[in-house]
């Protein structure tokens, strides 16, 4: 079955190191998506990309990188200058055309300790 | 800027109807989305409506008034599984294909 596969499901992270999320798509989705989501605050745009080796930053992309090298891997890198990255991060794949909404993965829960 | 509002909180009996409200004031707009998320879950999707009126799948519809800039989603005969977050969004138009999300309504059934 096709679908979207982020790793790990946990993460620890200690205070200035970088870290990468891994996001995986086998649905031969064009776009790609981040979202952090934080209690309270919603789901808000890190990055996205539409085609590979194109990518465009959300609502709050400081301290954040991506790249998209393969249609099917969008990875997201937290790096040392986001002062606060504990958040669930959730990746999102989607058609260019049509109806359907994103498909997300299962999601990655980062923890600065 | 963009601005998706949402109740925080909704409490409805098991067997009810119940209504989620959704306004919205975005520069631009293609459709509007609504997913549902269980605590410690990914989103699953719910409908998309594009065009004025409403759209019904099952249990759940949702309605659109882009003049009004508003939408709802009614669910019926709730069940404990609708427990959940009901996230509201939009799907901005432009050159590069975008959603913006609600803060979304955190709905509980009680028996």
């Known amino acids: 079955d096709g679908g979207i596969t982020q790793s790990p499901k946990y993460l620890f992270r200690k205070e200035g190191q970088n870290v990468t999320l891994s996001c995986e798509q086998n649905l031969n989705h064009d776009a790609m998506y981040w979202y952090r989501q934080d209690p309270g605050q919603g789901l808000r745009l890190i990055y996205y990309?539409?085609?590979?080796?194109?990518?465009q930053k959300g609502d709050i992309a400081e301290g954040y990188s991506v790249s998209r090298e393969k249609k099917e891997s969008f990875p997201l890198t937290v790096t040392s200058a986001q002062k606060n990255p504990t958040a669930f991060y959730l990746c999102a794949s989607r058609k260019s055309t049509g109806k359907e909404g994103y498909t997300f993965g299962s999601g990655t829960r980062l923890t600065v300790v | 800027g963009q601005n998706i509002d949402q109740p925080t909180e909704m409490t409805a009996t098991e067997g009810a109807i119940v209504q989620i409200n959704c306004t919205y004031q975005?520069?631009?707009?293609?459709?509007l989305f609504w997913y549902q998320q269980h605590a410690g879950e990914a989103p699953t999707f719910l409908s998309y409506?594009?065009?004025?009126g409403l759209e019904e799948k099952g249990r759940f519809s949702s309605f659109l008034s882009r003049s009004k800039g508003y939408s709802y989603l009614l669910l019926k005969e709730l069940q404990m599984k609708d427990s959940a977050s009901y996230l509201c969004a939009v799907f901005l138009s432009g050159g590069y294909q975008k959603v913006t999300f609600g803060t979304g309504t955190k709905l509980q059934v009680i028996p």
């Open positions: 990309s539409q085609i590979v080796n194109d990518f």
């Open positions: 409506n594009v065009l004025d």
């Open positions: 975005t520069s631009g707009f293609n459709g």
